[in-house]
């Protein structure tokens, strides 16, 4: 008999919270070993290709909920045939309030319905998302979002000019190393 192995994911660190909710339902579930990140689900998943790999034949990955795994049911499929190929089984723990597990056919079927809907619900929110800001362009309500680096250039200026390495100068202005780099070459 395989074991249970859990990931967990939340897409920011300002969720701790809710990755420690995911890890206490894992380890609830059966986890025997869980991997667990903070970040956005299409950035690269270190620990979901640590848990991936760590995964043998008869296992079974167990997440809380689809969208900890994909963002889309083609992502889904493509996770769950690779699973498959290792001879591994997929739990979600709670798809619409039911423990859902593709190693029946049942289950296979209830997560190939959920994920449709999942992404049809994901694609929806992004439509009115759009509608809203176009909305508020129109009505002058809108602008985006404060250029962060831009706004904190001379901070950064002055710091490198004392010396400082991007990473300090990242770490005291509050920014990435990326957008440090980018203001000191755009001022030479």
Not at 87 to 108: F, M, P, Q, W, Y
Request: proline share 1%; with cysteine; charged share 30%.
């Amino acid at each position: 008999m395989g074991k249970l192995i859990g990931y967990a994911r939340t897409s920011t660190t300002d969720q701790e919270s809710g990755l420690l909710a995911q890890v206490r339902d894992l380890k609830t579930g059966g986890c025997t070993k869980i991997f667990s990140e903070q970040v956005s689900s299409i950035g690269e998943r270190a620990e979901l290709n640590k848990a991936l790999a760590y995964l043998r034949e008869e296992d079974t990955l167990v997440v809380t909920k689809i969208d900890r795994l994909a963002r889309s049911t083609i992502g889904l499929w493509e996770v769950v045939r690779g699973l498959d190929d290792q001879g591994v089984g997929l739990r979600v723990l709670n798809l619409g309030g039911e423990i859902v597990d593709t190693k029946s056919a049942t289950g296979r079927l209830i997560l190939t319905i959920f994920s449709g809907f999942a992404q049809f619900e994901r694609e929806m929110m992004l439509e009115r998302q759009r509608e809203g800001i176009a909305k508020a362009r129109a009505e002058g309500k809108y602008r985006g979002r404060k250029p962060t680096a831009r706004a904190k250039a001379d901070d950064v200026q002055r710091l490198h000019g004392e010396g400082k390495t991007p990473t300090e100068i990242a770490k005291a202005v509050g920014i990435s190393r990326g957008s440090v780099y980018r203001v000191i070459q755009a001022a030479t």
